[in-house]
């Protein structure tokens, strides 16, 4: 059985602790690689080689760290069909969303090719008599990034970068369902040109991630996975005084108002709603039709969209809609949800629960689902399913509507299709949810602007990507000099206010 590693300051590093994770090919159900689990010890290590590379990182000119970045960039499209690949044996989804995930990583470290601006002061000119204020942006020193399994290449990327771009080291701790594109990402750095150490990655569980929370070297955490988790990391990392933003949960919803296109509404939700097999924190889970004529109508063109999904391995070719789920818990975890809502009255009109697949009967594939006449107190609307399952909840109105995406406890996302201004601006002023989509079913912003959700989607002050995460990756330093003048006739050196 293949082993994977950890990488150390530099070098692919077997793990020592004996303790080890499956690595699984989520299509076939077969175990391919053993993934290390790191010690208290062996991450303590990570921690100790980051912090002695980060000062000469962190003195590095800004512009030569952009030069890394943008030298990081060509290799990754070099390497993108090895990346994607490697991406979708592990994860499972098909190979053009593989692609997807890195390109979407990928933007971001074009972003951060950009650091000179983004890490520019501010000047004052005469702030007093022959005195000068100026601030200078810094780097926090050794961060960490706790990355989950949806996305190996995209959320370790969108962390990652900025951080190292503001000239910190890290620590990353990717998910051990999916790990070996992190570790490629880590060697394309260093020959990007990234010092030795600069970037550790770190396989482990709970014991790896406590001694990166609990360590007094580490000066910011970085989060994303499911709230509970995200909860706890929060909770830990600032009481023992870090930085933290981490990233929840989500259920989002898709309002479809009367006037809407329902042709372009039913591609959207099935889109957003199958895509990755429902593994996107992003994903549509929820449709709120307005009307039962909406409501009627939008499940007529549902049904066939659906049912025409091609589910399969990546392997089958570029034309399959949606792969397996990650593992065997998390299929059964879904099922087991899908039955709830049977049982709890909900009408399953796209029933998949005997789906298997020919050649593929261990693999852990779970067919598309679609309920209707969901209502707020089932488990399938209260919990995030995190697979291909969509919900269909009817409201009578707008307000009615509006009011079930604004009373969930999550708030990522959320999207409406309309072709009314009114009601559109409306909807977005008015929502408490961090991305709003206006005939756009997956609102995920540019790496320009910052994405983050409102609630129990996220804890922290500072959202990812954007210029939140050179606000997040930085402190602030406010210098006050005086040069002074009139020495002819004797230096004063008083703080003169200003008349």
């Known amino acids: 059985m293949n082993e994977l590693s950890h990488f150390i300051n530099g070098e692919n590093v077997a793990g020592t602790s004996g303790r080890y994770d499956d690595v699984f090919n989520p299509a076939t159900g077969e175990v391919q690689y053993k993934c290390p689990m790191a010690s208290a010890a062996e991450t303590t290590a990570a921690i100790a080689s980051a912090a002695a590379a980060q000062p000469a990182w962190g003195a590095t000119n800004p512009q030569k760290r952009g030069r890394v970045m943008m030298a990081m960039v060509h290799l990754m499209n070099r390497d993108m069909d090895k990346l994607a690949e490697a991406l979708s044996r592990e994860h499972g989804k098909t190979i053009p969303d593989a ?152 259920k989002n919803h898709m309002i479809v108002m009367p006037d809407a296109d329902l042709d372009q509404a039913a591609d959207a939700l099935v889109g957003a709603g199958f895509g990755a097999a429902g593994e996107r924190c992003m994903a549509v889970s929820v449709a709120v039709p307005v009307g039962e004529d909406t409501a009627d109508a939008l499940i007529e063109k549902l049904i066939p969209r659906i049912e025409k999904l091609k589910v399969g391995p990546y392997t089958a070719g570029d034309d399959v809609d949606m792969g397996p789920v990650v593992t065997g818990a998390a299929k ?105 989509g206006i005939n756009v079913p997956i609102p995920v912003p540019l790496a320009y602007h910052t994405f983050g959700g409102w609630k129990k989607s996220m804890f922290g002050d500072l959202n990812q990507h954007g210029a939140d995460s050179f606000k997040f990756y930085t402190r602030t330093k406010t210098v006050t000099a005086r040069w002074p003048s009139g020495i002819k006739e004797g230096g004063e050196f008083n703080f003169k206010a200003m008349d």
Not at 116 to 131: H, N, R, V, Y
Not at 196 to 211: I, S, Y
Not at 237 to 245: D, E, I, L, V
Not at 420 to 435: E, K, P, V, Y
């Open 99 to 250: 692609k997807g995930d890195l390109q979407r990583g990928l933007e971001v470290i074009e972003y951060c090719i950009g650091a000179p601006q983004m890490l520019k002061g501010e000047f004052t000119d005469s702030a007093g008599p022959g005195i000068d204020m100026y601030s200078m942006r810094q780097p926090l020193g050794v961060v960490a990034s706790i990355m989950p399994f949806n996305f190996p290449a995209m959320m370790p990327l969108w962390h990652v970068g900025p951080a190292l771009a503001c000239g910190n080291a890290v620590v990353l701790k990717p998910s051990e369902r999916d790990p070996s594109v992190p570790l490629m990402l880590a060697e394309l750095f260093v020959e990007a040109g990234l010092p030795k150490g600069v970037f550790q990655v770190v396989n482990g569980d709970k014991e790896a991630v406590d001694t990166l929370l609990d360590s007094e070297i580490i000066q910011g955490v970085s989060f994303v996975g499911s709230t509970p988790i995200a909860q706890y990391i929060y909770s830990r990392a600032t009481a023992n005084g870090k930085r933290a933003q981490c990233f929840g949960g989500a």
């Open 332 to 436: 059964e975890r879904i099922l087991g949800l899908i039955s709830s809502g049977v049982e709890q009255g909900a009408k399953l009109v796209v029933d998949n629960r005997d789906f298997s697949l020919q050649g593929y009967e261990d693999g852990f594939f779970v067919g598309p689902h679609l309920f209707d006449h969901v209502t707020p107190e089932m488990d399938i609307y209260k919990q995030e399913i995190f697979g291909p399952v969509l919900s269909t909840v009817r409201a009578g109105s707008y307000e009615e509507a509006i009011g079930l995406a604004m009373d969930h406890e999550y708030g990522n996302g959320t999207a409406i299709f309309t072709r009314d201004g009114d009601t559109a601006r409306d909807f977005a002023s008015r929502i408490n949810i961090g991305m709003v």
